[in-house]
């Protein structure tokens, strides 16, 4: 993805969840993965897609079981 592309998500995702600190850092080395932070909290990875001439995009979120809040009773 070219820089440009990851601002305009990046501007996207922060309109979309009303949050000015989630970034997205273009990779140092072409074909790596494209990480997505919050607050400097890694959340997940960015792709890109193409087909039939129609570019998406997907954010694959990763949620440790141990991360999660325990729950009352």
Sequence with gaps: ??????????AY???TFA????????PKKSGAP???TVNGEF???L???TDEGEVSYSLNI?????????LAG
């Design 43 to 45: 959340i997940g990875v």
């Design 62 to 70: 990763s949620i440790l079981e141990e991360d999660l809040p325990k």
């Design 19 to 26: 949050n000015d600190r989630i970034r997205i850092a273009v």
């Design 34 to 36: 494209i990480e997505v």
């Design 13 to 15: 995702l922060r309109a």
């Design 47 to 49: 792709h890109r897609d």
């Design 1 to 10: 993805m070219s820089p440009s592309e990851i601002a305009r998500v990046e």
